[in-house]
């Protein structure tokens, strides 16, 4: 996948890594999409942390796979309740 900046982007991208925040872009750009998952979560109330925690827990656990995931959120025209 590409992703095309515009200058303004580029530039906050920058900005954070020149204060030291993260160490790369890759880094800066996973920070950014945690915190877009995070607040995305339709009807979790939790801390962003306790939803990292869920998240990784759900990750770990290999009890669904993602594809099938995929397929009901698809058909269902949104994903299942939290």
Avoid: W
Avoid at 5 to 30: C, M
């Amino acid at each position: 996948m590409t992703i095309h900046l515009t200058p303004e982007q580029e530039r906050r991208i920058r900005a954070v890594l020149r204060r030291g925040a993260y160490e790369s872009i890759d880094k800066a750009v996973e920070a950014a999409l945690t915190g877009v998952e995070q607040r995305t979560v339709p009807g979790f109330s939790g801390t962003p942390e306790e939803l990292g925690t869920l998240l990784a827990e759900g990750l770990a656990s290999k009890a669904t796979h993602g594809r099938s995931v995929l397929e009901f959120c698809e058909q269902s025209n949104g994903c299942p309740p939290c």
